[in-house]
């Protein structure tokens, strides 16, 4: 068992190691077979994190001119789908070079904008040149000049996909060979945030100068049922506002559409970007000082105090009859923060609904941009 922890959040957590990492050792238990006929028990492979990983080596198989190895997945305390799954690496003799494709189960790109062209297996980047550096470290060793073709293939991958991001991303028949440190860290942020990346640059390589973003699945159901948009041209930020704004400036976006729930969204009203709970709250108090800032009374902001959703703060609002003041308020302090994150380098717009009440309030360029958003 890998043994590397780290501590989140005042808890030991193991690590693991990434699908890349599993194909390169994989790769390399296979050329030491093809090449050298030395059957690895395990396998040594430097990450590119620098961490050392010493893999157990199972299922070798020989056939004619071919050879097959696999390594395990180890995803530590991180809750991903593909622990535990086998990632094969087939070997065989070619004249001259070393090419990587992709078999069974793993995913082919279909759609611009991703780590690989369309029609590759996807193979990302890093993981092909940890592949790479394995095979060509097993020739070096054994002397051999000659070219190597190597296939990753996951039997286990095409059922598990739809467990995954592939299908909105585009990628199809399987799951993807990922990781840049080799190393999988137990609840990555960096996670979430590159699979949020990658959507946003699918959209800007269409050709999309507007992103529209909501948090999660309250604002997808929303955008189809109360705005006719199809979910499916919206990337879904979960609590990753800031980030996703300052990703959006870096891609070359004119522009940024956010839709969410009033219990997300509020927090923006109080300049907090990251909208998780174990950051910040602040929900009630901002909508009590809305409502103060609004001409709202003291004993009124109490009671907000005292909610416990803001659904029941919109309530307290809607029945003393300051919900409409209260919202204009918010709105103009989302769009301050707004501004001020994106420093004028792009145009950010946000609507905010509550499940009740439907739309609370819109910045006033919104409707503009949900328009061009429409028409794209």
Known sequence: ??????????????????????????????ALLLIGGIRPETVELETPSGQKLFLEVEDIREEEGRVSCAIRKDSGDDPDVTNGILVYASAEKTKDGIRIDGGTGVGRVTRPGLDQPVGEAAINTVPRRMITAAVQEVCAGQGYEGGIRVVISIPEGEALAGRTFNPRLGIEGGISILGTTGIVEPMSEAALLDTIEVEMKQAAAVGRKRILLTPGNYGMDFLRDELGIDPQKSVKCSNYIGESLDKAITIGFEGLLLVGHIGKLVKLGAGVMNTHSRWADARLETLAASLILAGGEAGTAAALLG????????????????????????MEKITYHLEHRTGGKLQAEAVVFSNVYGILGKTKGADILLAELQQE
């Open 1 to 30: 068992m890998f043994e590397k922890y780290v501590y989140k959040n005042q808890k030991r957590l193991r690590c693991g190691y990434t699908t890349g990492s599993c194909a390169a050792a994989a790769a390399k238990a296979a």
């Open 307 to 330: 909610a416990n959703t803001t659904e029941e703060a919109l309530d307290i609002l809607h029945g003393c009859g300051w919900l409409e003041k209260t919202m204009e308020t918010l």
